[in-house]
C-alpha cells in the first residue's frame, strides 16, 4: 500500500468491470483511483469512494478463488488478536475491498522490531492441534497445500520442500540433480530440524512489504500465507529479506524461548522453503542459496 494521502489527478482504472461492481456495493462509483501494482494476475489499485480511500485487489491468479481465501485468512489472523490486520469491506473470488491503512514504507526502526517480536511471540505461543491448516492457502500467486500432520519435519519435507521443488522442476526451473538433492535433505531432515514444542500458527510471509508502519506503530499485517508449523520457519523467514534483525529478535526471545542452534545451524535449510517459492515466482535467481545451503550439509 503506498504512503501519499494524495490521489488526485489520478486516471480510471483500466478494468471497468470491477468500478461497476464497486458502484453497485458501494452505491457510487470510484471519484479517483491509483493503480500501484500489478502481479501474479492481480492489480492492486487505491481507491476513493464516497470520500473513503480503499485498498482494492481485482483478477485471477493460477488458484481458483485465491481472494477469497486471502480474505478468510485475513479474517482468521485477525481473529488470533495478537498480529492487527486492516478491516475488510468486501471480497469474493476475484476481488478484495480491504480499508487503506497508511504506510511509511521504509525499513523498520528499533520500536517497530521490538512489537512485532512481542506481537509474533505471542501468536506462536498458542499451542495448535496440528502441523497444517484447517484449509490449503496461498502464498504469492501459489497453492499452499495444508493436509494434517503430526510432525513437523514430515510435514516440512512433504508439503513444503518436495512439494514446491517438484512444481519447479515440472516448469522447468530445476534441474533433476538439485531435486534428488533435496530428496535426500527431505529425507534426513529430522538429523537437521528439531521437533517444536507444539505446532504454532504462522502468518507465512512476513517480509517488511507486508507489514505497515505508521509513526511508532504497525497497524496492519497483510497478505497471510497461513498455516500451523514451527516458529523457527516464520524467524528464519524474517531475516530472508533483511525484515528484521536483533532488536527482533530480542524482543521475542525475551517473550518465547530460541532454541540454541537457530541462528548457527537452522536459518538456511528452513530457508530453503521460501527460496524454492520465489524461485516459482521470481525465476533461477534464487537457485544459489538453496545449492550453497545443500553444499554446506554435504548433499
Not at 513437523?152 to 534441474?175: I, P, S, V, Y
Not at 530440524?193 to 511508532?216: C, F, K, Q, R
Not at 523467514?237 to 530480542?250: C, D, L, N, Q
Amino acid at each position: 500500500m503506498a504512503s501519499s494521502p494524495d490521489i488526485s489527478g489520478t486516471t480510471p482504472s483500466p478494468d471497468t468491470s470491477i468500478t461497476r461492481r464497486l458502484a453497485k456495493h458501494f452505491g457510487a462509483p470510484p471519484d479517483q483511483v491509483r493503480l500501484l501494482s500489478q502481479n501474479y494476475g492481480f492489480s492492486l489499485s487505491r481507491m476513493r469512494i464516497g470520500g473513503r480511500d480503499y485498498a482494492v485487489k481485482s483478477g485471477r491468479g493460477e488458484v481458483a478463488g485465491q481472494l477469497a481465501i486471502e480474505a478468510r485468512m485475513l479474517r482468521d489472523l485477525a481473529d488470533e488478536g495478537s498480529l492487527p490486520g486492516p478491516e475488510i469491506i468486501h471480497h469474493a473470488d476475484d476481488l478484495l475491498v480491504l480499508e487503506w491503512i497508511e504506510n511509511q514504507n521504509r525499513p523498520m526502526e528499533i520500536c517497530h522490531q521490538h512489537t512485532a517480536g512481542e506481537a509474533f511471540a505471542r501468536l506462536h505461543a498458542t499451542p495448535r492441534p496440528y502441523f497444517g491448516y484447517t484449509y490449503d492457502t496461498t502464498i504469492g500467486g501459489l497453492a499452499q497445500p495444508n493436509p494434517h500432520y503430526t510432525t513437523w519435519t514430515t510435514f516440512f519435507a512433504e508439503q513444503r520442500l518436495m512439494a514446491f521443488a517438484t512444481l519447479a522442476l515440472a516448469r522447468g526451473l530445476m534441474d533433476p540433480s538439485l531435486l534428488t538433492r533435496l530428496e535426500k535433505l527431505s529425507a534426513r531432515l529430522p538429523d537437521y530440524l528439531p521437533e517444536p514444542v507444539s505446532p504454532a500458527l504462522l502468518h507465512g510471509d512476513a517480509w517488511h512489504g507486508n507489514i505497515l508502519t505508521n509513526g511508532n506503530a504497525i497497524p496492519a499485517y497483510i497478505d497471510p500465507a497461513l498455516y500451523f508449523g514451527s516458529p523457527e520457519a516464520e524467524l528464519s523467514y524474517v531475516t530472508m529479506h533483511g525484515t528484521f534483525g536483533a532488536p527482533f529478535f530480542e524482543a521475542y526471545g525475551a517473550n518465547l524461548a530460541i532454541e540454541s542452534g537457530f541462528f548457527e545451524d537452522r536459518i538456511d535449510i528452513l530457508n530453503i522453503y521460501p527460496n524454492l517459492v520465489h524461485l516459482l515466482l521470481c525465476g533461477p535467481s534464487y537457485i544459489p542459496p538453496i545449492d550453497r545451503t545443500l553444499t554446506r550439509l554435504g548433499l
